[in-house]
């Protein structure tokens, strides 16, 4: 299962795929001690390395992307059982990375956009992480707004807290995305690589020139409800679009700095300006394949030079989509890409801060969700080498605590006081084929 939800990316951005032997070979294996170590290959400064870790300690750490939910689901796994070499999360590497909120990823795939389902799955994946909270009391706490994850984090307990990624989920029903918030869902990606019937993708036709109308009546909901909205995986003028018509703040749950990193789902400096304008937060996306310049070339070369291959593969197994993923990783394995060292991943966090402000960037790790990571941060264990890195780097405590979870607290808090401010705004009923039908 694990690597289902990359096989759809892989069918339209075959090089986005990398290969998973190095990151499973490095995947966690060393991260017995609490908190993790910094890479072998760097000399640690033990003095900065203790204040890292007190820092790191006192610190609201959010993470507003993983995507372990979707293992749990499909595969039925448990995340208080270790997972380690096998997946990137599991509750005691998240208490080892110091994490005080996670933000599992309720993904679905655009085969429901297709087949019909979208709403169900969303629910079922949803009772995934109920249960998981009620097995697991005195580790995770089911939370729903900034004042829960002040309170799990006086608890040392984990803020368990929903985001729905891919906006068909509700099914072009604002009565949809109403009981998806009350069911605890903080905050939806409006789409995933697929565009939808009311938002275009980074990765996809563009079919509304950005959002629709009615996409601007969902964000309006989003706004006036309290759900934020994310706007990773949408093309920019989507990101355009949702920036002019929100009137709370905006994350990207799990993006990247294009000017570094250039990939489609990556932001352009002149859309991290316009989050500063916003008071929104990027959050920045770890994967070596969105991140890595050099990752990024090795794997258009790659894909060029093994495009007959993968192509045949395609055709031989075109009715058996399971070994058809596995055929395609043995292939790519065969043919690694160059590993990615962790001041890659750092120089993305310090050009956001720099273009957009030291407000408005935080962490969206996407772990689980992709099949490899930089060195020094192979799994959710390893979070406080960011601190360190950070510190090394110059950064001011303050600052370092910003993007560790302070923006994110900060542009959350500013979501939930627009939402209270509009509470005497009742809504509609809000159906995407009525709205459309009335405008004819
Ligand atoms: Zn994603």
Redesign the pocket.
């Known amino acids: 299962m694990y690597l289902r939800k990359f096989f759809c990316a892989l069918v339209t951005i075959l090089f986005a795929l990398n290969s998973l032997l190095p990151a499973f070979a490095h995947g966690g294996g060393r991260s017995t001690q609490t908190p993790a170590s910094i890479p072998a290959d760097a000399p640690r400064d033990e003095k900065l390395w203790k204040k890292a870790l007190e820092i790191h300690r006192k610190a609201i750490v959010v993470d507003t ?1 993983n ?1 372990i939910l979707s293992m749990m689901t499909d595969d039925n796994y448990d995340l208080g059982v270790s997972s380690v070499g096998k997946y990137h999360t599991d509750i005691a590497r998240m208490k080892q990375g110091g994490l005080t909120a996670e933000f599992f ?1 309720v ?1 679905i795939d655009r085969s429901y956009a297709r087949d019909g389902g979208s709403a169900r799955r969303t629910l079922d994946m949803i009772d995934y992480v109920y249960r998981a909270a009620e097995r697991y009391p005195n580790d995770l706490m089911m939370s729903y707004s900034t004042a829960d994850i002040r309170r799990a984090k006086k608890q040392r307990k984990i803020a368990a807290l929903m985001g729905i ?1 891919g906006g068909h989920a509700i099914e072009d029903s604002l009565m949809a995305l109403r009981e998806f918030y009350r069911l605890g869902v903080r905050y939806m ?1 409006l789409t ?1 690589n697929n565009t939808n019937n009311w938002a275009d993708s980074c990765c996809d036709t563009a079919k509304h020139n950005g959002l629709s109308d009615f996409g601007k009546d969902v964000i309006r909901e989003m706004n006036r409800i309290g759900m934020l909205v994310d706007v ?2 949408v093309s920019d003028k989507t990101m355009s679009d949702v920036l002019e018509t929100s009137t709370a703040p905006v994350i990207a749950s ?1 993006s990247s700095a294009r000017a570094l990193g250039d990939r489609p789902r990556n932001i352009p400096d002149d859309l991290l300006r316009r989050f500063a304008k916003n008071g929104g937060v990027v959050m920045v996306n770890f994967y070596p394949g969105f991140i890595d310049k050099n990752v990024i070339a090795a794997a258009k070369e790659r894909d060029a030079r093994l495009k007959p291959q993968l192509d045949q593969l395609k055709e031989t197994f075109k009715d058996n989509p399971r070994q058809l993923e596995a055929e395609t990783n043995k292939l790519l394995a065969a043919n690694p890409l160059p590993t990615t060292p962790l001041s890659v991943l750092i120089d993305h966090f310090d050009h956001i801060a720099k273009v957009a402000g030291i407000d408005h960037v935080g962490i969206g790790s ?1 772990f689980d ?1 992709v099949p490899s990571l930089p060195i020094g941060m192979e799994d959710i264990s390893k979070l406080a080498n960011i601190t360190y890195e950070l510190l090394k780097r110059g950064y001011s405590e303050k600052d370092v605590k910003k993007i560790l979870g302070d923006n994110f607290m900060r542009a959350f808090a500013e979501v939930e006081r627009v939402a209270q401010a509009s509470r005497t705004r009742l809504s509609g009923d809000g159906n995407v084929r009525r709205i459309n039908a009335d405008k004819k």
């Open positions: 992307h995507d990823s993904y990624e990606t995933h990773s995986h799990h996407d969700g």
